[in-house]
C-alpha cells in the first residue's frame, strides 16, 4: 500500500484523506489483482487455454485493501509513531522501567531453567535451541550491521564458512567439536576480513549489494564444488559433541553409562542446548565488553560520521575489517554449532533467505541493542511457530505483524541507545529526540 | 613571507592538491609557528579547507612538502598523523548524534594512545573551557545546540592533547554572540596553554582579529599573508572579505 508522508504535515489527517487513501488503495489492488485473481487460467486436457473469471474474489480483495486501508490509517492515528507525546501516570512509568530493567535478568534465568522445566516436550527443546541459535546469529550481525552500520546482506555466508569447515574437518580428518568450533570461527573471521577488503571504500546500499553478491557466491561454491563439499548430496555424518570426550550415546563408553543412570536421547538435546546458549552468551559478553573499549566506539562512530571518525584520526580501514571479522566470527561459531546439531548440513541450508531472516532479527530488534535482538529473535523464530496453526495464512499474518511493529516502532522494538561511558548519574534521553544524521 | 624564527613547527612548501581533475591547491607556502594562532581567510572554493585536509593527509598531497616539527609528513596515513598529535575540528561540527556528550570526548581520545590519566586530564581541561559541555555530559550529541556542538567539536578534538589545532569554520551557522564566546575560547587556549592554531574562516573579520598572522588564499594560492592587525588595514582585504563580503 503506497503511504505518502501526508501524515507529517498535518498530525491528525481527516476523514476526507483516509477515504481518499484508501480509494487509491483499493484502485492500485484493482489494477494488481485483476489479472492475479480476476482471471484463472490453466492448461486443458489437450494443451489448450482455458480460463474463468473470478470476479466475486476480486471483488472481496479489492474491498479487503479498501477496508484495510481505513484501519490501517486509523491505527496509525491511535498509536501515533513513536515521537508523540503522550501523559502517561508517573507510577505507570516507574513500573515500566522497573519492567524493563528486570526483563534482561529474567529472561536469562529462564532461559537456563528450560531445559529443567520442559525436559519432557522435545519440540520446545528443539525450539529454544532454534532461537537461540538465531539469537546468536543476530548478536554477531548486530555487530556489524548494528554498531559498526555496514549493512551486510550475506552474513549466511560465514554461517555456512562455520558450519562447512566443522563438517570438514570432522568428517576428513577426525578433529573434535571443541577443537574445530575455534578453527571454524576463525575460518569464517578470515573470510570476513576478505569480504571486508572490497567493500571498504563502499557504503550503503553498493556495500549491500557486494556482501548480498558474496553470500551467494560462496552457496554457489558450495553447491558446485562437488569433490570437496559434495555438492547439492551435503555432509552427512557429522559427528556429535562430547563432554570432555564423552560421547553422549547409548553405548558402554557413553555418559549414561558411565553416570550410571538410564540413557535417553533426551540427554545430547539438553546438553546441545547449554552449548547454543553458552555461544550465545560468549557472543554477548564479547559484543559488551568490546563497545566499551576504544574498539566498539570507533564501530558505532563509523555508523553515525564516517568522515568525523576520519578527521579524528581513527583508522576506518582496521575499524571496518575488525567490524567484519568479529561479526563473521560468531556466524562461524554459530555454523560450526549448526553443523552439529544437525549432523547434515548442504547448501540448501544457507540460502539468501536466512541472511534476510537474521538482517530483520536486527532490525526488529533496533540497531545495537543486545537485548533487542534477542527479544526480536525470540518472536520472530517463536512467533513463526506459534503461527503456525493458521497453515497457509501463517506468512500472511506474520508479514501483518512485522508491519505493525514497524508502525508502531520504526526504531524496532528497542531503539535506546545505552550509553557506554558512565559518569555519575544518567539522564535516560529517548533516541526519538535525537536529530538523526546532521551534525 | 613572514619574518620565521627558527624552525616553524608546520612548514609547508610548494603544496599541490587535486580532486581528479581539479586542482584544488596550485602550490601553496605556508608556515605556523609554535604558539601562534594563524588565520586562513578566502572566499569559498579558495582552497582553504582542502589545505586543512591535504595536512591531515587526505586528501593526499600530489606534490610538495608538508613537514611537522621537522618530521615530513607528506603521505603519511591519517591516523598516523593524529597520533603526532595533530588533531582538527571538521567543517560542519560533525559530532556524533546517537552518542552522549561523553563518548563524543573519548573519541577524540581514542586514535592516540591516550592512558586514562591523560583522558581525565583532557577531559577537565575540557571543562574548564567549556562548562556547557560539563552540564550535557550525559546528553546525546544530536540533542545540543550549534553552539554546544561547535563547543563538542573543538572539545573532542582537543581530547588528544593536540600540539597542533586545525579549525574549520568553527563560527559557520552560529549566533554571533556564540561565534564570539567560540573565538574567547580559542585565544584562551593559545594564552594558557601556549596551544598552535589554525583557523580556517570566512569570518575575515573575527578571525584576524584573533590571529597572530593571517593568509588570504585565492584560487588554491596564498596570495597575501601578513600578521592579522596588517591584513585588516588592507584595502583589498577591507573590500573583499570585510565591507562587501562580510557574513553574518
Redo the contacts between chains.
Keep these: 500500500m503506497s503511504a505518502p508522508p501526508a501524515a507529517q504535515t498535518s498530525r491528525a489527517p481527516g476523514a476526507a484523506f483516509i477515504f481518499k487513501k484508501a480509494l487509491i488503495s483499493a484502485l492500485v489492488a484493482l489494477v494488481l489483482f485483476s489479472l492475479m485473481i480476476g482471471v484463472r487460467t490453466e492448461a486443458g486436457p489437450q494443451g489448450q487455454l482455458i480460463y474463468w473469471t473470478r470476479f466475486g474474489d476480486l471483488a472481496a480483495m479489492v474491498a479487503t485493501v479498501f477496508g484495510g486501508s481505513i484501519v490501517f490509517e486509523l491505527l496509525r492515528q491511535w498509536w501515533g509513531p513513536v515521537g508523540t507525546i503522550r501523559v502517561v501516570p508517573p507510577a505507570v512509568q516507574s513500573t515500566l522501567s522497573l519492567a524493563g530493567r528486570l526483563i534482561a535478568p529474567v529472561l536469562l534465568v529462564f532461559t537456563f531453567l528450560v531445559p529443567v522445566i520442559f525436559y519432557n516436550e522435545r519440540y520446545i527443546l528443539d525450539l529454544g535451541i532454534l532461537v537461540l541459535t538465531y539469537v546468536m546469529l543476530g548478536w554477531g550481525l548486530n555487530v556489524v550491521v548494528g554498531l559498526a552500520g555496514l549493512l551486510d546482506l550475506g552474513y549466511v555466508a560465514f554461517y555456512a564458512v562455520g558450519a562447512y569447515s566443522y563438517a570438514l574437518l570432522a568428517t576428513n580428518f577426525g578433529l573434535s567439536f571443541w577443537i574445530c568450533l575455534p578453527l571454524a570461527g576463525i575460518l569464517a573471521a578470515f573470510w570476513g576480513v576478505l569480504l571486508g577488503f572490497p567493500v571498504l571504500r563502499l557504503r550503503g546500499d553498493y556495500l549491500a549489494i557486494v556482501t548480498l553478491a558474496f553470500g551467494e557466491i560462496i552457496r554457489l561454491v558450495l553447491l558446485n564444488w562437488q569433490s570437496v563439499t559434495g555438492g547439492p548430496n551435503g555432509v552427512t555424518g557429522i559427528p556429535r559433541p562430547t563432554l570432555f570426550g564423552i560421547p553422549l550415546s547409548a553405548g558402554d563408553d557413553g555418559l549414561a553409562a558411565i553416570l550410571g543412570i538410564e540413557y535417553s536421547p533426551t540427554h545430547r538435546i539438553v546438553f546441545l542446548f547449554y552449548i547454543i546458549l553458552a555461544l550465545a552468551l560468549l557472543t554477548n559478553w564479547v559484543t559488551i565488553r568490546l563497545r566499551r573499549l576504544?574498539i566498539g566506539?570507533?564501530w558505532?562512530?563509523l555508523r553515525?560520521?564516517e568522515?568525523?571518525c576520519?578527521?579524528?584520526?581513527?583508522?576506518t580501514t582496521t575499524t571496518k575489517l575488525t567490524a567484519f571479522a568479529t561479526g563473521a566470527m560468531f556466524g562461524g561459531f554459530a555454523g560450526a554449532f549448526f553443523a552439529t546439531r544437525q549432523g547434515f548440513i548442504s547448501p540448501e541450508s544457507f540460502t539468501f533467505h536466512e541472511s534476510a531472516l537474521v538482517l530483520a532479527i536486527v532490525v526488529l530488534g533496533g540497531m545495537g541493542s543486545q537485548l533487542g535482538v534477542a527479544l526480536a529473535a525470540l518472536a520472530m523464530i517463536g512467533g513463526f511457530e506459534l503461527f503456525r496453526g493458521l497453515d497457509q495464512y501463517r506468512m500472511l499474518v506474520f508479514g501483518m505483524a512485522m508491519v505493525l511493529l514497524m508502525i508502531w516502532r520504526p526504531r524496532g522494538l528497542i531503539g535506546h541507545?545505552a550509553?557506554?561511558?558512565?559518569?555519575k548519574?544518567?539522564?535516560a534521553?529517548s533516541?526519538d529526540?535525537?536529530?538523526?544524521?546532521?551534525? | 613571507m613572514s619574518a620565521s624564527p627558527a624552525t616553524p613547527l608546520l612548514a609547508i612548501r610548494s603544496l599541490r592538491a587535486a580532486y581528479g581533475k581539479i586542482e584544488a591547491l596550485k602550490g601553496v607556502d605556508l608556515d605556523i609557528n609554535a604558539g601562534e594562532i594563524v588565520a586562513l581567510i578566502g572566499a569559498n572554493g579558495a582552497g582553504k579547507s582542502t589545505l586543512m585536509m591535504t595536512i591531515?593527509g587526505?586528501p593526499r598531497a600530489r606534490s610538495g612538502t608538508i613537514e611537522f616539527d621537522g618530521q615530513d609528513i607528506t603521505g603519511v596515513?591519517?591516523?598516523d598523523?593524529?597520533?603526532l598529535r595533530i588533531?582538527?575540528?571538521?567543517e560542519?561540527?560533525?559530532?556524533?548524534?546517537?552518542?552522549?556528550v561523553?563518548?563524543n570526548l573519548?573519541?577524540?581520545a581514542?586514535?592516540?594512545d591516550s592512558s586514562e590519566a591523560d583522558r581525565a586530564s583532557s577531559l577537565e581541561r575540557v571543562f574548564a573551557l567549556f562548562p556547557r559541555l560539563k552540564e550535557r555530559?550525559?546528553?546525546?550529541g544530536?540533542?545540543l545546540s550549534g553552539g554546544e556542538?561547535q563547543m563538542l567539536?573543538i572539545g573532542?578534538?582537543l581530547m588528544?592533547r593536540p600540539r597542533l589545532l586545525m579549525l574549520d569554520e568553527p563560527s559557520l551557522g552560529l549566533a554571533p554572540l556564540i561565534a564570539r564566546q567560540i573565538f574567547d575560547a580559542i585565544r584562551t587556549l593559545n594564552r594558557q596553554d601556549g596551544l598552535t592554531v589554525l583557523i580556517v574562516e570566512q569570518n575575515a573579520n573575527h578571525a584576524l582579529k584573533l590571529a597572530h598572522r593571517g593568509y588570504v588564499m585565492v584560487n588554491g594560492l596564498i596570495t597575501l599573508s601578513g600578521t592579522g592587525s596588517e591584513l585588516l588595514q588592507r584595502p583589498e582585504i577591507r573590500a573583499a572579505y570585510l565591507e562587501g563580503g562580510r557574513r553574518e
Excluded: C, W
Excluded at chain 1, 576520519?310 to 583508522?315: C, E, H, M, Q, W
Excluded at chain 2, 560542519?92 to 552522549?100: K, L, Q, V
Design positions: 576504544p566506539r570507533a558505532e562512530a553515525e560520521d568522515v568525523a576520519r578527521a579524528l584520526g581513527i583508522n541507545r550509553p557506554t561511558v558512565f559518569l548519574h544518567n539522564q534521553i533516541s529526540l535525537v536529530k538523526e544524521g546532521h551534525g | 591531515f587526505r596515513p591519517t591516523h598523523i593524529a597520533r588533531a582538527q575540528s571538521p560542519g561540527r560533525r559530532i556524533f548524534p546517537r552518542m552522549s561523553a563518548e573519548q573519541m577524540g581514542d586514535a592516540t555530559i550525559t546528553q546525546r544530536g540533542t556542538q567539536a573532542r578534538a588528544s
